[in-house]
């Protein structure tokens, strides 16, 4: 699930499977669950024919999710400057940015493309460890630029590279300058300081914290950094991995703090898109905004130049507030590609300065990992952004890439979403949250 | 293919009788000409082939993957058998699994009971040849056309808390999608407007098939419209009554598309074939939990389908 880019990929996601082309009763049948049984044995059964590895290659082919016409064109773009610098094509098989995500376990099983997009995070973790990703670890030592915390990030639990980062943007409270100045507010350090701040927003008669999740995940923003903030980088992660139990007072203590902020949010929040709510800030109705540097879409103009962010307020002073939530976009190797040469030769290219400048000239909206590359074209917004990132201690990659997929869409949506409606029983929700999850994490 | 085989056929055709003697290998059953034969065999063989492809190998693939814990990925060897932990995970730890039976049953009985007869009312009004009666019947069946990405975007229009058009107007505050109270009624609402202008259509066709005299008659005996409509019209129609009532529950019973559209069956908006593919199609790739609810789905459906064949059957046997 990832987040739409654009109002038009918004609504293009409006249109359900049935109408784009799936059968409706098959998929009631249950037929789809077949379909796949049957298509991925025959392909993974004739996956092992072509292993192939090609000497000098002269081309080597890209999957990309980057369907959106701007990304596209800097994909391309890029593509065209790794040809330049190597003589090897690349055929670039774009395919919609939803689809690609959710067809990715028949895509990787099947005769995937030898590179193709993905993002950090757990799930590349689990398919590093399924073996359908190739290893990066030669590649990683002809890179430079990366923090540790991109390594980090691109790292499979078997110590191996599986992925090199290309982009990523931040997660952080925005707000417009001009409003805080008018009213002579200030970024709140700690989190009294941010009850103090939206009790006085109050009272100016504005939404203090704009708040959305009618499509589930935007909570899960909400949700990371507070347990970021109160718990720490690492007890995060491993709730995430399943290991910590979410019955502890640990998390308990997350949704309490939750509660406490809930009636600073915007009220009703779960018929309302993002947009909907970053046009609340955008409109001054709204006093801030937690939410990834994508929000800047909906504004244009001198408006965008009024955005600015903080990153949110420390909770517990023994933890601080240097851990975020900054999903990172890159590109992983197929488990066997056509040619292992040319693929691990254009991962370089696209892990190197000269990659990520084509980005940084073509592309105004995300940030580019490779700290090498020619920032000087970045926007005010975006320089803050990346300072925000370098400075952090740890990267989080936002829940739905921290965790199982199905832990996340199937259960960490209805419960978050529960918790918006009815937040008084917080243990309830969180003792059928743990008995799915060891359901889940056990099969 | 040529006529001609066919009206060869059509001269060769001995009496019923003939093709059901026993030893039927012999001279008579060569009375039909190869070309028959053929063409019979693929009549047979084609749809055969089809339902058992298309519905049967899927609907048992379905109840087998409802034992196993499979995700999708590895080869069908190495699929884990968990016998009906999929099924007590339904019921006992997946919350949304309740809420979505229960809007299944109120979907079901808000069209049953609000919708299909107010299509019928419509038809009936319709029959009357009031004066711009095509445009009404074109206006009523128009969501029935409209794609439902459409339908969900219009309704998003209008129900959107911020900037839709009835808070607009009304100047409330209701968040008509969000409440998990108030979201199933207003989804039910669109799901009736395009389900009566569906019956309506329907309705409206069998009545037109009516026999006029039977109205005249009545209205000879000094019957009333409204009695005429129940005790002559209404009980001719009973074909059409039967079709409308499985449209009704087929409707009910595979309502997805928008409760997906709107929020992908969550948040007050559960549907049993919404949790099913939030759990088999996508990233998450639970097809084993997933096809445990479709086969609830199905065994439900099923009830449905045993009761209708029966009444058909028993119909055919009059």
Same mark, same amino acid.
């Given at each position: 699930? $990832? ?14 499977? $049935?109408?784009?082309? /799936? ?7 249950? @037929? ?74 028949? =895509? ?59 982009? =990523? =943007?931040?997660? @952080? ?85 939750? @509660? ?25 109705? $709204?006093?801030?905004?937690? /939410? ?18 903080? +990153? ?66 970045? +926007? ?11 400075? @952090? ?9 921290? +965790? ?40 | ?77 190495? &699929? ?12 006992? &730890? ?18 049953? *009971? ?81 389900? *009566?202008?569906? &019956? ?36 001719? !129609? ?74 058909? !059957? ?5």
């Amino acid at each position: 699930m $990832s987040r739409p880019r654009s109002q038009a990929e918004y609504l293009a996601r409006l249109v359900p499977p $049935s109408v784009a082309g /799936l059968n409706r009763r098959s998929l009631l049948a249950g @037929a789809s669950g077949a379909g796949a049984l049957l298509g991925t044995g025959l392909l993974a059964g004739c996956g092992d024919s072509d292993s192939g590895s090609g000497g000098d290659a002269k081309n080597v082919s890209l999957g990309s999710n980057q369907s959106d016409p701007k990304p596209k064109d800097v994909v391309a773009k890029v593509m065209d400057g790794f040809k330049t610098s190597s003589g090897v094509t690349v055929d670039i098989n774009t395919v919609d940015h939803n689809t690609f995500q959710e067809n990715i376990n028949n =895509y990787l099983q099947g005769k995937p493309d030898d590179v193709f997009t993905w993002f950090a995070g757990y799930r590349m973790r689990f398919f590093a460890a399924k073996g359908l990703a190739g290893d990066l670890s030669d590649v990683w030592g002809k890179l430079d630029g990366y923090s540790d915390a991109f390594k980090k990030a691109s790292t499979g639990d078997d110590g191996k590279q599986y992925f090199v980062p290309a982009s =990523y =943007y931040p997660w @952080a409270v925005f707000y417009r300058k001009s409003v805080w100045q008018q009213r002579g507010y200030e970024v709140p350090k700690t989190l009294d300081d941010l009850n103090t701040l939206g009790a006085q927003m109050k009272k100016d008669g504005l939404n203090p914290i704009a708040f959305a999740d009618k499509d589930g995940w935007p909570a899960m923003g909400t949700f990371d950094i507070l347990n970021l903030r109160i718990n720490g980088y690492q007890f995060h992660i491993d709730l995430m991995a399943g290991k910590e139990a979410w019955t502890s007072d640990k998390v308990k203590k997350v949704f309490d703090t939750w @509660a406490g902020l809930l009636p600073l949010h915007q009220p009703d929040s779960l018929g309302r898109t993002w947009q909907e709510a970053a046009q609340s800030l955008q409109q001054k109705k $709204s006093g801030m905004y937690l /939410l990834g540097l994508f929000v800047g879409q909906q504004f244009s103009g001198a408006d965008l130049e009024d955005l600015d962010f903080f +990153t949110f307020p420390e909770v517990d002073s023994t933890i601080g507030a240097k851990a975020l939530d900054a999903p990172i976009d890159g590109y992983m190797m197929a488990r066997k590609p056509k040619s292992k040469d040319a693929a691990q030769k254009l991962l370089t290219y696209l892990g190197s300065k000269e990659a990520a400048d084509i980005t940084v000239k073509n592309d105004p909206s995300t940030l580019v990992a490779n700290s090498g590359a020619d920032t000087g074209a970045y +926007t005010a917004l975006q320089k803050k952004a990346a300072e925000l990132v370098g400075s @952090a201690t740890e990267i989080a990659q936002f829940l739905d890439r921290d +965790t199982r997929p199905d832990f996340a869409s199937t259960v960490m949506i209805p419960a978050l979403q529960q918790f918006i409606k009815d937040p008084k029983d917080i243990s309830g929700l969180l003792t059928s949250v743990e008995n799915q999850k060891k359901s889940i994490f056990t099969s | 293919m040529s006529d001609l085989p066919l009206i060869q056929a059509d001269r060769a055709v001995p009496p019923p009788a003939a093709t059901t003697t026993n030893g039927g290998r012999g001279r008579r059953l060569r009375l039909l000409s190869r070309t028959d034969r053929v063409v019979v065999t693929l009549m047979v063989l084609v749809p055969l082939l089809l339902v058992t492809g298309l519905v049967w190998l899927p609907a048992v693939a379905t109840v087998l993957l409802s034992g196993t814990n499979w995700d999708g990925i590895g080869p069908i060897s190495e &699929i884990e058998w968990v016998g009906a932990k999929n099924y007590d995970d339904v019921v006992n &730890i997946y919350p949304p699994f309740v809420p979505a039976v229960q809007n299944n049953l109120l979907w079901l009985a808000a069209l049953f *009971v609000v919708a299909t007869p107010i299509g019928m009312f419509l038809a009936v009004l319709l029959d009357k040849e009031l004066r711009g009666s095509r445009f009404y019947q074109t206006a009523l069946y128009l969501p029935v056309v409209l794609s439902l990405a459409l339908i969900g975007f219009i309704w998003q229009l209008i129900y959107s808390r911020d900037q839709g058009l009835l808070n607009g107007v009304f100047g409330g505050e209701t968040d008509w999608y969000g409440d998990p109270n108030v979201n199933i009624w207003a989804v039910l609402v669109a799901a009736g407007w395009r389900h *009566v202008g569906y &019956i309506m259509l329907l309705y409206l066709a069998g009545l037109k098939g009516v026999d006029p005299s039977l109205r005249e008659a009545a209205a000879v005996d000094g019957s009333s419209e409204t009695s005429t409509f129940f005790r002559v019209v209404f009980p001719v !129609m009973r074909p059409i009554n039967i079709i409308v009532l499985v449209v009704t529950v087929i409707e009910s019973l595979r309502a997805f598309d928008l409760v997906w559209v709107i929020n992908k069956g969550r948040n007050g908006l559960e549907l049993i074939s919404a949790l099913v593919t939030q759990n088999v199609v996508g990233e998450a790739s639970r097809i084993g939990f997933g096809s445990a609810l479709a086969t609830i789905m199905l065994a439900v459906s099923l009830v449905f389908i045993t009761i209708y064949l029966w009444t058909v !059957m028993r119909e055919d046997k009059r």
